[in-house]
């Protein structure tokens, strides 16, 4: 059987892209093949851009009105194709069933809120701002805007973005992941059926070099990214060279801090599926566990090494494991293992105990599959390699704190600022830690912080390095220019 070749999507249609490169599209769970993605150049993303920027008049001419009917098409067609959707992330990407179910409800809340633009969109007026003289604010559209994404959440970080930069009357390119391609083959198809007009969305599949060519192209606005930090500080950078906007969003360690009043057993269920969830490969997954005393760094131990030990490592997709909740998948790919296999290495030289090597897990009948069992450090001091790496995968340290000051300047020392968490059951902790962590989402009692649609999304330090957050009403900001009008009318005759 042949093996399907993926499509760019370009002016309101599907291209064959005229290329000798091309990338294999493969099930981590398996290791087999699943699709071949076209390495576009940086003439293919030219050609989308162009498109995009020739129906940006018309475009950001139509009434908001009309512009977001089509986004409510799109909501009835994604809701239509939902679990055939998840699926194929499932497949590609090796979450699991309910982590994709989950990712395809906030897509689906994304779009939702995308359509209350004409509300998100309204500027502001001030009637005599001086004699006779009134004052307004204008929220303008202005131009073709672009999407890096990342293998991750190849469904729900589009959705972040490109919603509400077409509602507010830009044109958009998506760049996904060359790792998971196909499940936004599979949405722009609904977004082909929903009718837009030609340019207004573009897919451009490509590996570093199409995301590099949408930098660099001169009639690109602004660009939106999301995956490591120091990719970010790419992007961030060449957007200032060519003075583009950007939202460049890197990586994370986050943090999850247990006081010594925490409901352990409610804690312990939580941290599983935050540490463990997407087989740890999540901005917002916890990797790093601050126990404060020692009496709460021994329960903790004791009972998360207990609990991780069943934690059900299979391929996503086995009808065995439908019906769990919880199922660590595999991980990308082969050079994802292989990092977190050296990272495994390097916490045992730096002299943290191992107390659970995931790295011996086998899958029957998946023996080509990526797949990484729950891994533990205990014993895990500050400023560890370990402890300061995003390693991205399903690796937890747990290191010991003497009070919450100490556990605060643990996270605040850290290069990164996504998310944390703390349980506790005082207000008086739960107060100091919100205002006094510098993250961008906090958690309290919640082991994954990530906010509703609604609210916007991001970190703090190398985790963001742009001041306009994803999603919501927040990001409106990003796609609109404010336009500041000063107007008086004199009598006539």
């Given at each position: 059987?042949?093996?399907?070749?993926?499509?760019?999507?370009?002016?309101?249609?599907?291209?064959?892209?005229?290329?000798?490169?091309?990338?294999?599209?493969?099930?981590?769970?398996?290791?087999?093949?699943?699709?071949?993605?076209?390495?576009?150049t940086?003439?293919?993303?030219?050609?989308?851009?162009?498109?995009a920027?020739a129906?940006f008049?018309?475009?950001s001419?139509?009434?908001?009105?009309?512009?977001?009917q089509?986004?409510?098409?799109?909501?009835?067609l994604?809701?239509?194709?939902?679990?055939?959707?998840?699926?194929?992330?499932?497949?590609?990407?090796?979450?699991?069933?309910?982590?994709?179910?989950?990712?395809?409800k906030?897509a689906?809340?994304?779009?939702?809120?995308?359509?209350?633009m004409?509300?998100?969109?309204?500027?502001?007026?001030?009637?005599?701002?001086?004699?006779?003289?009134?004052g307004?604010?204008?929220?303008?559209?202005?131009?073709?805007?672009?999407?890096?994404?990342?293998?991750?959440?190849?469904?729900?970080?589009?959705?972040w973005?490109?919603?509400?930069a077409?509602?507010?009357?830009?044109?958009?390119?998506?760049?996904?992941?060359?790792?998971v391609?196909?499940?936004?083959?599979?949405?722009?198809?609904?977004i082909?059926?929903?009718?837009?007009?030609?340019?207004?969305?573009?897919?451009?599949?490509?590996?570093?070099?199409?995301?590099?060519?949408?930098?660099?192209?001169?009639?690109?606005?602004?660009?939106s990214?999301?995956?490591?930090?120091?990719?970010a500080?790419?992007?961030?950078?060449?957007?200032?060279?060519?003075?583009?906007?950007?939202?460049?969003?890197?990586?994370?360690?986050?943090?999850?801090?247990?006081?010594p009043?925490?409901?352990?057993?409610h804690?312990?269920?939580?941290?599983?599926?935050?540490?463990?969830?997407?087989?740890g490969q999540?901005?917002?997954?916890?990797?790093?566990?601050?126990?404060?005393?020692?009496?709460?760094?021994?329960?903790v131990?004791?009972?998360?090494?207990?609990?991780?030990?069943?934690?059900?490592?299979?391929?996503?997709?086995?009808?065995?494991?439908?019906?769990?909740?919880?199922?660590?998948?595999?991980?990308?790919?082969?050079?994802?293992q292989?990092?977190i296999?050296?990272?495994?290495?390097?916490?045992?030289?730096?002299?943290?105990?191992?107390?659970?090597?995931?790295?011996?897990?086998?899958?029957?009948?998946?023996?080509?599959?990526?797949?990484?069992?729950?891994?533990?450090?205990?014993?895990?001091?500050?400023?560890?390699?370990?402890?300061?790496?995003?390693?991205f995968?399903?690796?937890?340290?747990?290191?010991?704190?003497?009070?919450?000051?100490?556990?605060i300047?643990?996270?605040?020392?850290g290069?990164?600022?996504n998310?944390?968490?703390?349980?506790?059951?005082?207000g008086?902790?739960?107060r100091r830690?919100?205002l006094?962590?510098?993250?961008?989402?906090v958690?309290?009692?919640?082991?994954?912080?990530?906010?509703?649609?609604?609210l916007?999304f991001?970190?703090?330090?190398?985790?963001q390095?742009?001041?306009?957050?994803?999603?919501?009403?927040s990001?409106?900001?990003?796609?609109?220019?404010?336009r500041?009008?000063?107007e008086?009318?004199?009598p006539?005759g």
């Open positions: 059987m042949a093996t399907r070749r993926l499509r760019n999507y370009v002016n309101g249609g599907w291209i064959e892209v005229q290329t000798d490169e091309w990338i294999e599209v493969e099930n981590p769970a398996t290791g087999k093949v699943i699709a071949q993605a076209p390495l576009s940086a003439e293919d993303v030219g050609r989308a851009v162009e498109a920027a129906a008049p018309g475009w001419r139509t009434p908001v009105s009309r512009r977001v089509y986004l409510f098409r799109l909501l009835e994604l809701r239509r194709d939902e679990a055939c959707i998840a699926r194929t992330l499932v497949e590609e990407m090796g979450k699991s069933v309910p982590d994709a179910e989950a990712e395809m906030r689906v809340e994304n779009l939702e809120i995308a359509c209350a004409p509300v998100l969109q309204q500027g502001d007026k001030l009637v005599d701002a001086a004699a006779e003289i009134d307004e604010v204008l929220r303008v559209p202005l131009g073709v805007f672009g999407l890096i994404a990342p293998f991750n959440f190849p469904a729900m970080v589009p959705f973005f490109f919603p509400y077409i509602a507010a009357g830009n044109t958009y390119v998506v760049k996904p992941s060359e790792l391609p196909c499940t936004m083959q599979r949405v722009t198809e609904l082909d059926e929903a009718g837009l007009p030609p340019g207004v969305f573009n897919l451009v599949n490509g590996d570093r070099r199409a995301g590099e060519a949408l930098v660099e192209h001169p009639l690109v606005k602004g660009v990214f999301v995956g490591s930090s120091a990719a500080r790419k992007v961030a950078e060449g957007c200032a060279r060519t003075g583009k906007r950007y939202q460049a969003m890197g990586g994370a360690k986050n943090h999850l801090v247990v006081m009043d925490a409901k352990i057993e804690v312990i269920r939580n941290m599983i599926t935050s540490c463990y969830g997407c087989a999540r901005c917002m997954a916890a990797s790093a566990i601050v126990c404060v005393g020692d009496a709460t760094y021994r329960q131990c004791e009972q998360l090494l207990a609990a991780s030990r069943e934690v059900i490592v299979a391929d996503p997709l086995d009808p065995k494991v439908a019906g769990e909740a919880m199922v660590l998948g595999p991980v990308i790919s082969a050079k994802a292989r990092f296999h050296e990272m495994i290495e390097v916490g045992i030289e730096e002299g943290a105990t191992l107390a659970l090597d995931g790295r011996r897990v086998v899958v029957p009948g998946r023996e080509g599959g990526h797949y990484i069992g729950p891994t533990i450090f205990t014993d895990v001091r500050p400023g560890m390699r370990i402890h300061t790496t995003e390693i995968g399903p690796v937890v340290v747990i290191l010991q704190a003497n009070d919450l000051d100490e556990a300047g643990i996270i605040n020392d290069a990164y600022g998310g944390a968490s703390i349980y506790t059951q005082s008086y902790y739960a830690f919100k006094e962590a510098r993250v961008g989402m958690g309290i009692n919640v082991g994954i912080p990530a906010p509703v649609a609604a916007p991001g970190g703090m330090k190398a985790s390095l742009s001041d306009i957050k994803a999603q919501g009403r990001v409106v900001r990003f796609f609109t220019d404010e500041i009008v000063t008086r009318y004199w006539e």
